[in-house]
C-alpha cells in the first residue's frame, strides 16, 4: 500500500509574505478601491480573500468589500464528492454589477473549482472585469484558466496533493506537498 510522504514547502511567514507579494502585484498593476471588491472562495479562499483585502487597505487607504462564494452545487464532480453535498452560505454583500472582482482561492490545480466560481459569480451579476489571484499554482489544468497573481507557483506530479492550513480555520498558517510514496516488499522490490 502506497505511504505518503510530506513536505512543508510554506509555514507562516512564508505565506505572509506570498500574500504580501501578491498585494504588490496588485498595486504595482493599479488597481484602486473604488469599484474593487474581493471574493472569496470557501473554505480556505475566504481567509486568503481577508488577508489581500487587509493589505490592499494599507496600500490604498481604505479596505474593499470582501465577499463568500459557496460553489458546491456549481461543481461538476459534484455526484463523485459526496451523496449528500453540505450547502453554505454565499454572503456577496455588495453588487456584483459593474464590479472589479478580485477572486481568492487556495490552490489552482485543474481549473474547475475556478470555472465553477465563475459561473457561480456571474449568476449573481455581470461584473465589468474578474481577476484570480491565488496563493498556490500547481499547474495541470483540465480547463484554460490562469491565474492574474500568484504567490508561489509549484511544479507538482498529478499524484501529489498540496493542502494549504490557514490559522483563521487551521490553527496554523503552512503549505504542505503530500507525496505518495510506494511501498517496497519483502523482496526489496517496489509494489505499484
Known amino acids: 500500500m502506497p505511504r505518503a510522504a510530506s513536505v512543508v514547502m510554506m509555514d507562516g511567514e512564508a505565506i505572509r509574505n506570498a500574500v504580501q507579494l501578491m498585494v504588490v502585484q496588485l498595486v504595482e498593476r493599479g488597481v484602486a478601491v473604488e469599484g ?40 461538476d464532480d459534484l455526484s463523485m464528492i459526496a451523496d449528500h453535498p453540505v450547502l453554505k452560505q454565499t454572503e456577496i454583500p455588495f453588487r456584483i454589477d459593474d464590479s472589479r472582482i478580485l477572486l481568492v482561492d487556495d490552490v489552482l490545480f485543474t481549473g474547475r473549482t475556478i470555472r465553477a466560481a465563475l459561473d457561480s459569480l456571474m449568476d449573481l451579476g455581470r461584473p465589468a472585469i474578474v481577476q484570480l489571484a491565488v496563493l ?57
Not at 59 to 71: F, R, T
Not at 139 to 152: C, F, K, N, S, T
Open 136 to 192: 498556490i499554482d500547481r499547474g495541470h489544468r483540465e480547463v484554460p484558466i490562469q491565474a492574474d497573481i500568484v504567490g508561489l507557483a509549484v511544479g507538482t506530479t498529478r499524484a501529489e496533493r498540496v493542502d494549504v492550513k490557514l490559522v483563521e480555520i487551521d490553527g496554523v498558517d503552512e503549505v504542505v506537498l503530500v507525496r505518495q510514496r510506494r511501498a517496497k516488499t519483502r523482496e526489496g522490490g517496489v509494489r505499484s
Open 36 to 75: 474593487l471588491a474581493v471574493v472569496g472562495i470557501r473554505t480556505r479562499g475566504v481567509p486568503l480573500a481577508q488577508r489581500l483585502a487587509a493589505g490592499l487597505a494599507r496600500h490604498l487607504g481604505a479596505l474593499p468589500p470582501v465577499g463568500v462564494l459557496d460553489i458546491n452545487l456549481y461543481r
